[in-house]
């Protein structure tokens, strides 16, 4: 048995979706605490895979404690640099905070490409409005650029939450092997998208 360490995207809970019986997937959102259990032990493989926000905070994870570094590492759609020119423009973010209402919450869901396939059921369920905002302004509030320790970056060409391009050169300049994909930011709930990070993983 494999172990999946996935550093889930801005306000999510955990996510439903399989990616074969030899893969467990432990998710870590808000505010991404992992701690090496002895259960760990047991697993033959362990790979941090990280998504959205989720790529920032696995790089912080790592500057932090340099003994996982040699571990494999997956980053989807998402960047160390998460707030400027490789990432998400610093007003936008704050629009965003100062404007989150369900309303625009859905919008948001529909942004990223989830509404438009009508499959949501692979969501554990939504976090509150105040919940979200918390976790919002603290990653404004004490943000800096992170190095990069993403090895494998998986990035999609119709995202329109961090341009492709932007993307793209960030990681051909950090020195990380990029896999270009058709999908949106969300890429879990179209199985085509999860079977190629699969075939990523099998190549680990």
Do not use: C
């Not at 995207?9 to 259990?37: T, V």
């Not at 704050?94 to 438009?116: A, C, P, V």
């Amino acid at each position: 048995m494999k172990l999946i360490i996935f550093f889930n995207g801005w306000g999510m809970k955990s996510l439903n979706f399989f990616l074969g019986k030899e893969w467990e997937i432990r998710y870590l959102n808000y505010p991404y605490k992992y701690e090496y259990e002895e259960v760990d032990l047991k697993y033959e493989k362990i790979v941090f895979v990280a998504w959205s926000f989720g790529v920032y905070y696995l790089n912080r994870f790592l500057e932090e404690n340099p003994s996982y570094r040699s571990y494999e590492t997956i980053g989807i759609n998402g960047t160390p640099h998460m707030i400027g020119e490789r990432g998400i423009s610093k007003k936008m973010l704050e629009y965003t905070l100062e404007n989150l209402t369900e309303e625009s919450l859905e919008r948001f869901y529909k942004n990223i490409g989830i509404l438009d396939n009508k499959n949501i059921s692979i969501f554990d369920g939504k976090k509150a409005i105040s919940e979200l905002k918390i976790e919002l302004s603290d990653f404004i509030d004490n943000y800096i650029e992170r190095e990069n320790y993403i090895k494998k970056a998986i990035i999609s060409k119709n995202d329109r939450i961090i341009k492709f391009k932007n993307q793209k050169k960030y990681f051909t300049e950090n020195g990380s092997l990029i896999y270009e994909i058709d999908g949106e930011h969300f890429i879990f709930d179209e199985k085509k998208f999860v079977s190629r990070l699969v075939d990523i993983l099998d190549e680990i």
